[in-house]
Each structure stands twice: as structure tokens, then as C-alpha cells.
């Protein structure tokens, strides 16, 4: 208890110094929770975004089928059964010509009726056009369309012949996913069939259960695979983001090594007072490094004053994206939004709190050698 009493007096008498260090820490601490409450709020929206928008509770696919792979659309379908409850999408390789250009793409026939993904399909319906589609407003932006056009659509039938029809752009959606976005159009499941003589026929079929079913000549893929991809992404950018705050938690930690270091050179006389007045080396050397980890907690305290107003204001808001983002080929959306969890809090905390009091000891250990009456001579050792 003393020792926390005379750490505490020597850091109000320290000053600015005490101010300093303690500012550069809770700057730190601001910095660790901001990049990974920023990765972390990206990586729950962007698998929040797939499960709405693309994968639901899970997926089937067609033995054979690969969503990267255009030659296995062909080989890759089945007729699915009525016990599945779902969605079921066919996929077919095409093109479109806006303005005489030719833009190949991937035409997705899903069920206009379907509610269980968030494409707008239900305009495919209310539609009276007679080949109405959707577009993403990427693919809108890529190919200078809008509502209201009528293009030219090319596809290939069961058979590997050329057909062909005039199609009416019936909506644009706006979607944070580019995966249900560029380079593909939305029709109607049914007439896709009928145009390509592939009745009852799909590549996959989106899940509203997580439990999987036995269906034969099919591949159930779990959420798991299918967002492992934005896994791997958001790690990726962790290690990369990890390698710049541990930097500058390093620069802190140096600025507070070379004050204990400093402290101890020019308190000897202190030191050697301390030793006489009865305490030994150990409880000596447990004041200054205690002296150091209070700078943390410090430190701590500041960046919760400051830190937690801004932190907790960019969660609430969210941090806008340029436009540039969508270029990036990943679910981003207009804005981020930080999730700062507990364990994150507590992980940062422990890393600043855990260095700081290792960096005051190591100095501090000098203290056990010295002659105290030397010290008290005023004699630098």
C-alpha cells in the first residue's frame, strides 16, 4: 500500500512528464481499439450482407457444379425436391449488347415469388414486360443502364445452341454484395427454363434451414465454407494492421523505458533515502516499476475519456466508404460500422497494462545492485 502511495505522489510531482507518457499510451490504446473495432465491424456487415443477399442458412449445389468454373453450368443440375425448403437458382453463361457493345455475363434465374434472399425479385413479377430483368447498380454503372432499357440478350440452350431475346430492364437494386452484382442479370427462374429447355432444373438451391438434408447428387455447403473467403480476407488484413500498432506501441513503450531509466539515474539519492529508511532493494524496486504501470493505467483512463466519445460515435454513424471501394471486389457497403466487444477492450487493456509494467521492471532491476550509501553520497553508479 505504500509503495502505491509514493508511485502515485511521485508521478503528480512528475509533472508534464507524467502527462506525456500517459497521452502517448492512451493514444495507442485509441489506435489498437479503432483498426480492430473497424475490421471487426467490417468482417460481422460483410457476412451479415452475404447471408441476406446470397447464402441464407446454407447452399446445395449440384454435383459437379462450380460457381468458378462457367463449363461445369452445363453438367452441374438437378431437379430438387419438394421437401426442400428454399430457394432454387439456375445458372446460364450469356451476353448482352447495350449499344451494339458486347458484355459477357452470367444469367441467374431465380423465382420471382422468393423472399428469402433481399433481391428486389418480387419487380419481376409486377412486371408486364415480356422478358423483364434485374440489374445490380455496379452492373448499371459498367454497362450505362438504367430502368426502362431494352437491350438485346444472348444465352445458349441445353443443347449448346445460340438463342436470343429482347429484354426490359425492370429495376436496379442497389446491393453492398458485388458477388450478386457485376457482370450478371436477374430473370425470372420459370422462363429461363422454358428458353433453355431446362425444366424443373437448377444449379443450386439456397437453404432456409441450417440443418442439412440428405439430397442425393448434391453437396451441401455450410456457412462456414461459403463465408470462409471474408475469413481469410479479414485476417489477412489483421496481420497487416497488427505489424502498425504494435509499432507504435513500441514507440511508447521505448518513450516510457528511457523516463524510468532517466528517473532512476537522477533520484539515487532518493533510492539510497528509500534503502536507509528501512525499505529493501525489492520494495524499492516495486516502486518504480509500479511508478511505470501507473503511467498505463493513466494512459487508460485518458483514452477512455476521449476515446470512448469518438469510438462510440463512429459505431453509432458508422465511417463512409469512397466510391472507390466497390472496386474492390468485396462487400463493403456505403459505411463501416466498429463493433468494439468487451474481449477486445480487455485484450487491448491487458497488452498495454502487461508491457508497460514489463518495461518499468526491466530498468528497475539496477535498483537491487546499488550501494545505498553511495547513493545517499550523491554518487552516480
Do not use: H
Not at 446460364?92 to 431465380?110: E, F, V
Not at 436470343?164 to 458485388?178: K, N, R
Request: one cysteine or more.
Amino acid at each position: 500500500m505504500i509503495a502505491w502511495t509514493l508511485a502515485y505522489r511521485n508521478l503528480k510531482g512528475a509533472g508534464l512528464r507524467t502527462w506525456l507518457n500517459a497521452s502517448i499510451l492512451s493514444l495507442v490504446f485509441v489506435l489498437i481499439l479503432f483498426i480492430n473495432g473497424l475490421l471487426d465491424g467490417w468482417n460481422q456487415s460483410a457476412k451479415q450482407d452475404s447471408i441476406a443477399w446470397e447464402f441464407a442458412a446454407g447452399q446445395y449445389w449440384a454435383q459437379g457444379f462450380d460457381p468458378l468454373d462457367p463449363f461445369s453450368y452445363q453438367e452441374g443440375l438437378k431437379d430438387w425436391p419438394n421437401s426442400l425448403e428454399g430457394t432454387p437458382i439456375l445458372w446460364r453463361q450469356g451476353s448482352i449488347y447495350p449499344d451494339g457493345r458486347m458484355y459477357p455475363l452470367i444469367i441467374k434465374g431465380i423465382p420471382a415469388q422468393q423472399e428469402l434472399l433481399a433481391l428486389p425479385t418480387a419487380l419481376l413479377a409486377e412486371s408486364q414486360a415480356q422478358f423483364p430483368a434485374l440489374i445490380g447498380r455496379r452492373m448499371a454503372k459498367n454497362c450505362q443502364l438504367q430502368k426502362g432499357d431494352r437491350l438485346l440478350m444472348r444465352w445458349r440452350d441445353q443443347k449448346g445452341s445460340f438463342d436470343a431475346q429482347e429484354i426490359e430492364i425492370v429495376g436496379v437494386f442497389d446491393s453492398p454484395l458485388p458477388s450478386v452484382d457485376q457482370g450478371q442479370i436477374w430473370v425470372e427462374l420459370s422462363s429461363l427454363q422454358a428458353k433453355t429447355g431446362l425444366e424443373n432444373k437448377a444449379n443450386i438451391w439456397v437453404s432456409a434451414k441450417a440443418e442439412p438434408q440428405s439430397v442425393a447428387g448434391a453437396n451441401w455447403q455450410e456457412l462456414e465454407i461459403l463465408l470462409a473467403p471474408i475469413n481469410k480476407i479479414i485476417e489477412a488484413k489483421k496481420g497487416s494492421s497488427q505489424f502498425s500498432y504494435y509499432i507504435l506501441l513500441a514507440i511508447a513503450l521505448l518513450a516510457l523505458f528511457d523516463t524510468q531509466v532517466l528517473s532512476i539515474f537522477k533520484r539515487q539519492k532518493e533510492i539510497g533515502t528509500y534503502i536507509s529508511l528501512g525499505m529493501s532493494p525489492k520494495e524499492v524496486q516495486l516502486l518504480f516499476t509500479l511508478e511505470g504501470g501507473l503511467y498505463a493505467i493513466l494512459g487508460l483512463f485518458l483514452g477512455g475519456l476521449y476515446g470512448g466519445a469518438l469510438l462510440y460515435y463512429l459505431a453509432q454513424n458508422g465511417i463512409p466508404m469512397p466510391e472507390m471501394a466497390d472496386e474492390m471486389g468485396v462487400s463493403m457497403g456505403k459505411a463501416i460500422y466498429p463493433v468494439y466487444s468487451w474481449a477486445l477492450i480487455l485484450k487491448t487493456s491487458l497488452i498495454i497494462l502487461g508491457s508497460s509494467f514489463l518495461v518499468s521492471y526491466w530498468p528497475a532491476r539496477k535498483i537491487a545492485r546499488m550501494s545505498p550509501v553511495a547513493a545517499l553520497k550523491g554518487k552516480l553508479q
